[in-house]
């Protein structure tokens, strides 16, 4: 619990309520999650995981739609599962279509690594963990992730940017450092125009109490943030 949700588009036009829960069955991110949580024992915060993830998934606009630009503001106590809720969003969205999540993971080497080594274990099954708290990668190879940043990363290189002629996810785990958004945004200019159309950005920002997405704060790193998200609107 602990978890508030404000909305702070504010007259841009949202999205209608779009999200459909995957089966059962289905190899899905979302359904790996769960069952980790399950392992994990956090029996009690399942249902409030559950629900929040769910009203921000529809809140986000569907990526098989028309593009739109919308953002938000989550807000929650220490220690309240921020983590963890924003890691159930990324596996509901990715189910859904989204292809390029970037993580904004703080400012500082540490926390950065802390923050992929969760999302590499409790997301994308790249990590294990020695007791086995870890998700499972899927069945299909070809929704497996592909990884833009690893641990002990300290920058973000960027890399072959042919990965994206696939289908797969790509996730980056950066610190919100100016120089690494503006690298980050010159490596996707790579790409031409008409494969950047085809690229659904979901940017979730862990550092929202510094320099966050504020569309008339002239910090060189919210400034960067908004060009960023622009070459995908």
């Not at 504010?10 to 289905?26: C, F, H, L, R, S």
């Not at 929040?52 to 739609?65: A, E, F, G, V, Y």
């Not at 938000?72 to 509901?92: D, M, Y």
Request: aromatic share 8%; hydrophobic share 35%.
């Amino acid at each position: 619990g602990g978890t508030t949700i404000a909305d702070i588009s504010g007259d841009i036009e949202q999205p209608e309520a779009w999200y459909k829960n995957p089966e059962v069955n289905d190899d899905s991110y979302w359904q790996r999650y769960l069952e980790l949580l399950i392992r994990k024992g956090w029996y009690e915060a399942i249902n409030d995981i559950r629900s929040s993830t769910r009203d921000l998934i529809d809140r986000i606009p569907d990526p098989n739609k028309d593009k739109m630009d919308v953002y938000g503001l989550v807000v929650g106590r220490v220690q309240s599962g921020k983590t963890a809720n924003f890691t159930g969003l990324i596996a509901r969205a990715v189910d859904s279509g989204y292809n390029l999540v970037i993580v904004l993971s703080g400012t500082l080497n540490n926390l950065r690594n802390q923050t992929q080594k969760r999302l590499l274990r409790e997301l994308t099954g790249h990590e294990k963990h020695p007791k086995g708290l870890h998700v499972r990668k899927p069945n299909n190879k070809d929704r497996e992730f592909e990884l833009l940043t690893d641990v002990g990363d300290t920058d973000f290189v960027g890399g072959d940017i042919n990965i994206f002629y696939n289908d797969r996810p790509k996730l980056a785990v950066i610190k919100k450092n100016v120089q690494i958004l503006i690298k980050l945004k010159q490596w996707l200019e790579k790409l031409p125009e008409k494969k950047r159309e085809q690229i659904n950005l979901l940017i979730i920002d862990d550092e929202a109490d510094y320099a966050s997405v504020n569309r008339t704060d002239k910090r060189a790193e919210n400034e960067e943030l908004r060009d960023s998200e622009d070459d995908f609107i």
